[in-house]
T-cell receptor, first 114, second 112 residues
Framework: NAGVTQTPKFQVLKTGQSMTLQCAQDMNHNSMYWYRQDPGMGLRLIYYSASEGTTDKGEVPNGYNVSRLNKREFSLRLESAAPSQTSVYFC???FGTGSSYEQYFGPGTRLTVT | EDQVTQSPEALRLQEGESSSLNCSYTVSGLRGLFWYRQDPGKGPEFLFTLYSAGEEKEKERLKATLTKKESFLHITAPKPEDSATYLCAVQALIQGAQKLVFGQGTRLTINP
């Protein structure tokens, strides 16, 4: 049981380049999330998917797109990277039903945009 | 606006020196308060969920408590391996969906 996995672990992009961050979970969770973590800012929600087939914007969605490929996989795409998108990106998942709201996080992708 | 504030930002203790970390929150209709541990270069690791004032949860040297306005993470006789950043988050209803609002974390260092 790997939990939440993310690829790649590290990435360096030039301004204007595009890339997709991949996330997969094997816990049969319904809901999946993408966060970014910046020094002094805490974790901020970019996009989330409450269930397969649905996606919604979070607190900081500008410059990003997402795809919920199936129940297991949720990808984050940067169409034209900007230095302001230099951050650590975390994917998370949770069951999404009942009273159990805790989210489980992946190991993160460290992205630098030059 | 839903907010979570953690204090102190950083705390340095000697091994065996007990202390508490604070998480104060303002949220309309608390559905849950969560504590996570984050090691450098890793993702947050879930520790506890607290749902109502007066509730307490324990795990090894950690005990989390909850009041109507704040939560405390008490660490008793800490060891160097307890060094990490501890994150607090609350479950809030934002734009019709349940979401987590995170504090900025407390960076805890335990010196041997």
């Amino acid at each position: 049981n790997a939990g939440v996995t993310q690829t790649p672990k590290f990435q360096v992009l030039k301004t204007g380049q595009s890339m997709t961050l991949q996330c997969a979970q094997d816990m049969n969770h319904n809901s999946m999330y993408w966060y970014r973590q910046d020094p002094g800012m805490g974790l901020r929600l970019i996009y989330y998917s409450a269930s397969e087939g649905t996606t919604d914007k979070g607190e900081v969605p500008n410059g990003y797109n997402v795809s919920r490929l199936n129940k297991r996989e949720f990808s984050l795409r940067l169409e034209s990277a900007a230095p302001s998108q230099t951050s650590v990106y975390f994917c998370a998942s949770r069951f999404g039903t009942g009273s159990s709201y805790e989210q489980y996080f992946g190991p993160g992708t460290r992205l630098t945009v030059t | 606006e839903d907010q979570v504030t953690q204090s102190p930002e950083a705390l340095r203790l000697q091994e065996g020196e007990s202390s508490s970390l604070n998480c104060s929150y303002t949220v309309s209709g608390l559905r849950g308060l969560f504590w996570y541990r984050q090691d450098p270069g890793k993702g947050p690791e879930f520790l506890f969920t607290l749902y109502s004032a007066g509730e307490e949860k324990e795990k090894e040297r950690l005990k989390a408590t909850l009041t109507k306005k704040e939560s405390f993470l008490h660490i008793t006789a800490p060891k160097p391996e307890d060094s990490a950043t501890y994150l607090c988050a609350v479950q809030a209803l934002i734009q019709g969906a349940q979401k987590l609002v995170f504090g900025q974390g407390t960076r805890l260092t335990i010196n041997p």
